[in-house]
């Protein structure tokens, strides 16, 4: 059934509708449709935070922890998926090829945005295919050796090294930060050390305890317990400057400036998300890091806050590309 404004609606109703049709004139004069009249201010839904690797480790704890603290600033759910599997790739693709709307995130690590698009020759993704959001910690790497190695620096396994030849070094896994920061410590020193590959960094600490590889270089987190008890020995960190609390040395105070290696941990949308979402949750981030429960967690597990912004990620991302690729091209490692 037609019906006409003029006869069959009250005046009030006559007035209703023709504001209405105006608005909707308006909107298409603008270049809006309704989807855009209707949209609310992000996020306006549960957002999902991808984690790449398994549950349990630094990367799902921090994971967990940003995400709270986004949901307490923000009053909307966000949800950590751990999407685990080939080194950070599935969980990473996943996200590459999510709807650029701010509503699925990553939580990116120095293995899926330093090293992988260098180490493997194809790959379902690529940094271009992310904006990059917010650093939002780092944890260095430290050198470990067993104590009955009866080394105390830097300097003094340079020379136990050069003469008992047979030095062996341990990993996470072929193409690993802990495989790669070894084959940069060959190529800048100029010593001859085996690597011998695990299957996690917990496998490598396993057998240097056991003495039955000469060292490792591991993130901070994961040796913690046994360099307090005594059982492993930290004779240099992979930082410019000390880290407040650890008594450890570093490698530039011991003859090798340059060799500065972490463990980093930062928030990546999928290219093309709008700035001003990509802004929020960067000012999230910061707030989150500022935070005391948040920032207690981080320190507990030997980790620096920093909550960057979007352009200095950017630029640090870069900085780590450039690192890892001439450690892989040096070191001949590459992964199917």
Same mark, same amino acid.
């Given at each position: @059934?037609? $019906? ?6 009250? /005046? ?45 480790? !630094?990367?799902? @704890? ?11 600033? @923000? ?8 999407? !685990? ?40 993704? !690529? ?36 003469? +008992? ?5 341990? /990993? ?5 930060? +802990? +495989?790669?920061?070894?084959? @940069? ?8 050390? &085996? ?21 490792? /270089? ?21 930082? +410019?400057?000390? $880290? ?40 999230? $981030? ?46 001949? &490692?590459?992964?199917?």
């Amino acid at each position: @059934m037609r $019906v006409s404004l003029n006869q069959d609606l009250p /005046s009030a109703g006559r007035r209703l509708v023709l504001g209405a049709a105006a608005l909707s004139l308006l909107a298409c004069g603008l270049g809006l449709g309704p989807a855009a009249l209707a949209q609310s201010p992000y996020p306006s839904r549960p957002v999902r935070l991808v984690a790449p690797f398994a549950p349990g480790g !630094a990367l799902d @704890m921090i994971a967990r922890g940003v995400a709270q603290s986004w949901s307490d600033q @923000m009053g909307q759910t966000f949800l950590v998926d751990n999407r !685990a599997g080939a080194a950070g790739i599935i969980g990473s693709t996943y996200v590459a090829r999510a709807e650029a709307d701010g509503y699925t995130l990553l939580l990116g690590s120095t293995t899926t945005h330093g090293i992988n698009p260098s180490l493997y020759k194809t790959i379902s993704y !690529a940094p271009a295919d992310f904006a990059p959001v917010s650093l939002i910690a780092t944890i260095p790497h430290v050198l470990v050796v067993n104590p009955s190695l009866g080394v105390n620096s830097f300097q003094e396994l340079l020379a136990y090294i050069k003469s +008992h030849p047979g030095a062996t070094f341990g /990993s996470a896994g072929i193409g690993s930060p +802990h +495989h790669l920061a070894g084959e @940069m410590l060959k190529s800048m020193t100029g010593i001859e050390a &085996t690597h011998v590959p695990y299957k996690g960094s917990a496998p490598a600490l396993a057998d240097l305890l056991g003495g039955q590889i000469t060292f490792v /270089s591991v993130e901070y987190t994961a040796a913690a317990q046994f360099i307090n008890s005594g059982k492993l020995k930290a004779i240099a960190i992979a930082t +410019h400057d000390r $880290v407040p609390g650890l008594n450890v040395p570093t490698y530039r105070e011991q003859g090798l400036p340059g060799f500065e290696v972490t463990a980093w941990y930062g928030i990546y949308a999928p290219a093309k998300t709008p700035p001003e979402i990509i802004d929020k949750l960067a000012a999230g $981030v910061s707030k989150s890091v500022q935070a005391p429960a948040f920032r207690d967690r981080l320190i507990t597990l030997g980790a620096t806050p920093v909550g960057s912004t979007p352009a200095d990620m950017a630029v640090f991302q870069k900085k780590e590309l450039a690192l890892w690729s001439k450690a892989i091209k040096d070191s001949g &490692t590459t992964a199917q």
